[in-house]
């Protein structure tokens, strides 16, 4: 498991609990997520902590420092170090200065709960940002969709291991699934993936997103400003994540399930070999 256990911190821990069952008593030894508060600093200066699973915070501090408009390309993210406290732990990058000047207005400063997209946000428009237009991006055919579903939990090593976190992966035409990050949190594990495949220089036009979450408006807000054109989740969309999308031009997929998916945005992505029954 790749958790940064030489930072005095690791991704997971094991234990031993008490089960009850009716009135049955048994002892059962099992492992569970660590959430850790992860403080982002730019420049010496403090920017947001947020509550995170203590693994790949280097594609996080990257993929965070994009989605949320503070770069504008990997390039800007100069230095990342990663280190240590007694109670968490502290991300230091470098960016440019006139980034870090226009941080003001990020309205942050706070903490960033495991499900919160709008912590740190003091304004309407801090909180929803409308992401830029996507591209023309892929088309996708149902079947691999079917198919990324039932191959998705497999490549999901630490949800395997303790049941309680999320996951998104990348996938592209031929490959299948080619990237996974997890984190307790649905839009870390999608801003530790973003990072990641940024560094690798991926063309976000050229694949499409799987997240084992629901697609709540910052995950629509977070793939699109990077340029990802169809995001498939396993659960719910909300009203404002469709309203982003449309305005955008992604194509949001929700309850994507064995063959089961419902499309809520921009279908022309999506090709189908039957008719659809009503």
Known sequence: MDAISELGWTSYRKGHFD?????THTQKEDSVAEEVPVVLVYNTHPHVVMLATPLNLEDFALGFSLTEG????PSELQSVRVVQRSKGVEVRMTIPEQRCEGMASKGRNMTGRTGCGLCGAT??????RQP????????????????ALADMPSKQSLNQITGAVHAAAWLEPEKGIVAVREDVGRHNALDKLIGALSKAHCNFEQGWLLVTSRASYEMVQKAASVGITLLAAISAPTGLAIKLAEECG?????????DRH?????????????????
């Open 19 to 23: 089960v009850w069952r009716g009135s």
């Open 70 to 73: 503070i770069i504008r390309h």
């Open 123 to 128: 304004t309407l428009e801090q909180a929803v």
């Open 132 to 147: 830029p237009p996507v591209g023309k991006g892929l088309l996708l055919d149902a079947d691999v969709l079917c198919q």
């Open 250 to 258: 992604l194509t949001l997929i929700g309850f994507a399930r064995n």
């Open 262 to 278: 419902v499309i809520y945005t921009h279908p022309h992505r999506l090709q189908h070999h039957q008719e659809t029954v009503a």
